[in-house]
């Protein structure tokens, strides 16, 4: 059960070029699962930015002298970015979370392909602890556009068997795409599931190798969000149902994770035709 | 169930030395305070129910629902704007009998007061979904939504023509069981609410909602085109407060005797109470939920201290107070006695 607690900034450090901003907001960290996401009003209690702003929890700390804190990271897009990025200590932040269905975790001790595009990453820490309490094989791919866009490397090689950096402009890593490693790696660790978060091309990319190598895949998506608690309907995307038919649905609270198999990453922002109550269906 | 712990800190009504009586009329049904939801900013209840017990407001008010399931629109669906927001949802739901099988069964069941609002695409769906809800128990009222800007239509044909806005009330009232109050839905886009308005009522209304939102764009400057995938969506939040506290200004003045509905960027309880003054009996807080999901909560406590602070001892005495002309409100020298309490307008 997601909570709204008025949380308090702890303290912001820099990682590459994102602000890892650590938050008291008790009753979120007992709850919270890899692949939640926290919901953060932005600009004050008058402020003119009215909807909340979506964030996945990076970490989470049960207690400690100030009780739980949860750790985002915040990569500055806009204005509302911007207004976290620059808080001060002890500046007050209302928290609704933890938010969205998370991972699902495997019950067998399977080996996994963690990709993160950007901060994509954030989620995949608590992802690859969870994952290795349960003996299985951890992989990490992280690969961003360029070097400072990458998140969190250190961490990321220290939890993971192998960890393989991409950027696009081969300011270090391997220059090109997560894509262009994904075939090598499934196949050199017999990855059983993949575990993805980033863009939604990319999610798109990632699932259709991950198919075509036979192993399950996970995917975080990132819809633009208004509520993110399920009440306003903005954040929708088609995804088939264990019933065969294709629903638009919330990703808030049916998400932000799903089965990549099941997204028609084709059809984003369309109403397929045959989509349940499109328009002219019969549904 | 852990609630909202925001502390925006009035002093208890308490404190005080009186409190006050928030029941309030909506169309002959009464309700023990006036705060509502907004359609199409609560779901059905469930979620925000985690975030305060929505048992204790004066009543859910559903998203619009249509008689066939319907997948709504494309996204983009929203656009942040100042003080507000654009939205093209185009009334995503699982159409009524999904609506009344699952949504109200559960709403009914954790015994909460509920308006069903409901949208057609012409005026033989709303009767028909009016007939559909006839046998369904314990509805507070029906909101006949005939201004959605996100239908095919633009809700321009119903909600700019009195004439066709009357005819689909009038079928809804002549379904619906007499005990159940028929609320319209009004669009601010309109020359003249007031002729609307004055149509709805003629036609049978019990009560009008003011206002739904109103048509606006936004451009994208990075792909120079319309945001949102419906090009148009509808305008909500704090940056139309005052075009929706003209409109229930100008519906109360020409017809004080109808209740009215209030809503369009309340965000609290001050906001709240300049809808009350203006004529509103009751109040629906929409788009703050968004930003705070136990808004209503919040109001509903912020207006009975913000009532009680201005000497209220009923809610009833304040709607359409701002009304008061010269001849109610005496001049200084002319018997303080007057000033002792607020001119009682409603009913
Ligand atoms: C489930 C989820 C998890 C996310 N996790 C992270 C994270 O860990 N780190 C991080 O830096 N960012 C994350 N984002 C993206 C982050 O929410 C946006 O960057 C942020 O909302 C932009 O706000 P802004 O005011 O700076 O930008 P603006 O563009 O001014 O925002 C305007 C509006 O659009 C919405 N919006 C804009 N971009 C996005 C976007 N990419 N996704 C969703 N809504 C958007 C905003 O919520 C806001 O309502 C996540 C988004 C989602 C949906
Ligand atoms: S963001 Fe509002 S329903 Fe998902």
Known sequence: MPVQVRGELLGTRRVGSYHVLTITAPGVPEAARPGHFVALAVGGDNSAMLLRRAFSIHGVTLRGVYGGTVDIAVGVAGPGTQWLANLHRHDPIDVVGPLGRPFALPKQPVSALLVGGGYG???????????????????????????????????????????TITTDDGSTGTRGRVTDVLPEIMSRTNTDVVYACGPMPMLAAVTELARSHGAHVQTAVEESMACGIGVCMTCVLPVIGDDGVTRMLRSCVDGPVFRGDRIRWDDLDTIPADCYGAPGSKA | MTRAVISYGPIPVEQLGHDVDMTAELGGTWLPNPVLTASGCAASGRELDTFFDITKIGA???????????????????????????????????????????????????????????????????????????????????????SCPNVENKGLIFARDPASAAAVITNVRRNTPSDIPVIAKLSPDVTDIVEIARACVRAGADGLALINTLLGLVIDTTTMRPQLAGITGGLSGPAIRPVAVRCVWEVHQALPEVPILGMGGIRNGVDALQFILAGASAVSVGTATFNDPAAPARVLSELRHELALRGFERLTDAVGHAHRGADVEPEPELGAEHHSGPVPRWP
Request: charged share 25%; glycine share 8%; aromatic share 4%.
């Open chain 1, 121 to 163: 990453a954030a989620p995949l820490f608590m992802l690859a602890e969870e994952l290795r309490t349960r003996g299985c094989r951890v992989d990490v791919v992280l690969g961003a556009a360029t070097e400072d866009r990458l998140f969190n490397v250190l961490d990321a090689k220290r939890m993971a068997s192998t960890l």
């Open chain 2, 60 to 146: 859910l008010v559903t998203k619009s629902i249509m008689l066939a399931p319907r997948s709504g629109r494309p996204t983009p669906r929203m656009a942040e704007t100042p003080s507000g927001m654009l939205n093209s949802i185009g009334l995503q739901g699982p159409g009524i009998d999904g609506f009344i099988e699952h949504d109200l069964a559960w709403l009914r069941e954790r015994g909460v007061r509920t308006v069903v609002s409901i949208a057609g695409s012409n005026a033989d769906e709303y009767t028909k979904l009016a007939q559909k809800l006839r046998n369904v128990p314990e509805i507070v009222a029906i909101e006949v939504n005939i």
